[in-house]
């Protein structure tokens, strides 16, 4: 799943990358790891554990990743602390003793406790953390104690004492089919996040304000507002891959709907309006705002290749387009007044092949990663108004030929990453407007060969043009510009200076191949390997250097591949964000928890798109230890999950422990028949 919380612990997070397990302690052993009163643990217990009368409290990640199978808690402890039990796949039960003073459940206490299958807060409890019970698979029931005034259960889902806040409902319930009860004002933030049986909900007119995430539910099919809705926020990724939901229609009274609120819905054909709402519309089921001055949703489950967008649109808001694989092509309305095309817009479209921006519009800027992977999209027309083209906006675009910039271009700007490995462009003219080109603004776009300057040298980040063809030229206009292009080792960031006619005369000499020896290939094969090697080193070091210094800033997809950092997409984003914005503040800025947070997202992405779904796959990525005798026990139990469950962390992680638990039981009657045997 997408929403893993990771361990911020340097022996933990040491041990978890060197591919070894935890160390096993036994419950003294583990409980001899606590401060007076605070149980501070390092994920080594294991079985059964009590804590001791006389603690207070349960301190971050104390019992994280560890294989207990079981708590038990004393009235003396007030605080379980934000992911204590984080991970702790093996534990079914935690039992407080009666008469618990405990008043706080922090953040993402219980996130990812696989096992754990039913909890009952106690009266005492004044504030339960966010994602406190997220992604608990086997959770049927959250109850509460009937003396509690803050939380009460209905039916084992978890609300405020009043009624008016769902918080949770547990990932274990089994009903397919749900009824929020009326006087709910508030779904709270990933309150259905991970369940995978709920198909239908009903949404009582009471509900004001669906919160983020409330329905990332790959089951989630249908969704029914009741008569008379309330409704008039629905905050960003609420229905966050929901890829079964076919349709919904919007309340009249929504006035606020956030531009990622519906994405990875590929399942989503239409969303409708109520045709009293007064601030958006649908036409042919894209979402738009009332005056058409904004596009915001274009719904993944559509049908047809090519759609026209209206002129009324000025703004095309982020996601708007993101993932519509079915498009091949998107023109403009003539009279087009767009202004603006949002983040990802277009991120993903792997069928787009042409898109073409009316000449006449007012666009200024394309956003960042705007036409990332689009990776059919062969050409493009850039129009005069545009004066930037943001980060990473055609990276990956690797069928992009040409493209192409008016002749009274305005632009200024090529950010960072901009065509990173558009790796079919071989040629393209930058217009004497540009003044600024960002860091690995080209990188990797190995097969251009002339990059034309049509005014002065523009200032140019680090590793702009790293990557490009052999023999790779700036080409200037004339004698006097030339002088604008200082050398460092004979060349200019990289690139071979030459004027237009010294670019006519090569291109028109005929060509002469000369014959290398194998030992000079395989030597310049290595020294180019090295450099390139150890230019990619440094820019990763300083790539994460940046990452940590200004982990407050805005995180980008392309600011963790510049670092090296896999596991994260655009479509994941926004959750690697959550992540790391829920880590303690001063672990914000160390690299191995962002490492270790990308290696999570890095498992999932691999075993949801690998053919090869085994024990060795998985072996590879560390998330199980090498044993080859029991490879084919994994493979095979591997094998039998569900293909919706094969992106879920949780349902791998239950079935490589579910396995191994077996042999490991084999294992012990084996040493008993053995020990017998010796007497």
Same mark, same amino acid.
């Given at each position: ?22 160390? =096993? ?20 217990? *294991? ?69 754990? *299958? ?18 608990? +698979? ?8 009937? @003396? ?55 949404? +009582? ?11 990332? %539910? ?33 309340? !009249? *009274? ?92 277009? #991120?993903?479209?792997? $069928? ?21 992977? %689009? ?21 990956? !675009? ?32 930058? +217009? ?16 251009? %060969? ?74 310049? @094969? ?40 896999? #596991? ?38 691999? =075993? ?48 490589? #422990? ?18 017998? $045997?010796?007497?």
């Amino acid at each position: 799943n997408r929403m893993k919380r990771f361990l911020g612990l340097a022996t933990a997070l040491a041990i978890l990358f060197s591919g070894l397990s935890a160390p =096993v302690a036994s419950a003294d052993e583990c409980l001899l790891q606590q401060t007076e009163t605070v149980v501070t643990g390092l994920g080594t217990c *294991t079985g059964a554990i009590t804590i001791p009368a006389g603690v207070t409290t349960i301190g971050p990640f104390a019992f994280a990743n560890s294989e207990i199978t079981s708590i038990t808690i004393p009235t003396s402890v007030t605080l379980i602390s934000s992911y204590a039990f984080f991970n702790t796949s093996f534990m079914a039960t935690v039992t407080v003793d009666v008469g618990s003073g405990l008043e706080t459940i922090g953040a993402h206490a219980f996130l990812n406790a696989t096992a754990l *299958t039913s909890i009952t807060i106690p009266a005492s409890v004044a504030s339960i953390g966010h994602l406190s019970f997220s992604n608990n +698979p086997s959770l049927t029931s959250i109850d509460v104690d009937p @003396a509690n005034t803050t939380y009460k259960d209905i039916s084992g889902v978890l609300f405020t004492y009043d009624g008016s806040e769902l918080i949770s409902y547990p990932g274990g319930k089994t009903e397919t089919n749900y009824v929020i009860p009326a006087g709910v004002a508030l779904i709270k933030a990933s309150a259905f996040q991970f369940n995978d049986v709920l198909q239908s909900v009903t949404i +009582p007119a009471s509900v004001i304000t669906i919160s983020d995430d409330a329905f990332f %539910a790959s089951s989630l099919q249908s969704v029914i507002f009741e008569a008379g809705s309330q409704l008039t926020t629905i905050a960003g990724t609420a229905f966050y891959y929901s890829t079964l939901l076919t349709s919904i229609t919007i309340p !009249a *009274t929504v006035t606020s709907i956030a531009s990622s609120s519906f994405a990875g819905n590929t399942s989503l054909a239409s969303i409708d309006v109520d045709p009293a709402n007064t601030t958006y519309k649908e036409i042919s089921g894209v979402l738009f705002t009332y005056d058409g001055s904004e596009l915001l949703t274009y719904p993944l489950g559509k049908t047809g290749a090519s759609y026209i967008i209206p002129a009324s649109v000025v703004v095309i808001r982020d996601y708007a387009f993101f993932s519509a694989a079915s498009l091949e092509t998107i023109d403009f309305e003539a009279g087009s007044n767009l202004t603006t095309i949002g983040i990802y817009a277009f #991120g993903g479209n792997t $069928s787009l092949t042409s898109i073409t921006i009316p000449a006449g519009s007012q666009l200024t800027s394309i956003g960042d990663y705007a036409f990332i992977q %689009a990776e059919s999209l062969i050409s493009i027309t850039i129009p005069a108004s545009v004066t930037s083209i943001g980060v990473g906006a055609f990276t990956g !675009a690797i069928s992009l030929t040409s493209v192409t910039f008016a002749e009274t271009s305005s632009l200024e700007t090529i950010d960072a990453t901009a065509f990173g490995f558009a790796t079919s462009l071989t040629s393209i003219t930058i +217009p004497a407007s540009v003044t600024t080109i960002g860091g690995s603004a080209f990188e990797g776009t190995a097969s251009l %060969a002339s990059v034309i300057f049509l005014g002065s040298a523009p200032t140019v980040a680090s590793y702009a043009f790293s990557g490009l063809a052999t023999g790779a030229r700036a080409v200037v206009n004339d004698s006097a510009t030339k002088a604008d292009f200082p050398l460092v080792d004979e060349k200019w960031n990289g690139l071979r200076v030459v004027t237009v006619a010294e670019a006519e005369a090569e291109d028109a000499a005929p060509s002469v191949p000369s014959v290398p020896s194998a030992e000079e290939l395989a030597a310049t @094969a290595r020294e180019a390997a090295r450099v390139a090697e150890a230019a990619r080193e440094d820019a990763r070091k300083q790539a994460r250097a940046e990452l940590v210094a200004n982990s407050s800033a805005p995180l980008t997809v392309d600011k963790f591949a510049n670092a090296g950092i896999s #596991g994260i997409t655009a479509i994941n984003l926004g959750a690697v964000r959550a992540e790391i914005a829920a880590l303690p503040t001063d672990r914000r800025g160390d690299i191995s928890e962002i490492l270790k947070i990308a290696r999570k997202f890095e498992v999932v992405d691999i =075993v949801a798109t690998s053919s090869r779904f085994n024990a060795s796959m998985l072996q590879e990525i560390g998330l199980i230890k090498s044993d080859n005798k029991n490879k084919s026990s994994i493979t095979a139990t591997l094998a039998k999950l569900p293909a919706n469950e094969r992106a879920s962390y949780a349902a791998i992680e239950n079935a490589i #422990g579910t396995v191994m638990k077996k042999i490991q039981e084999r294992k012990d009657r084996l040493a008993a028949i053995k020990s017998r $045997s010796r007497r």
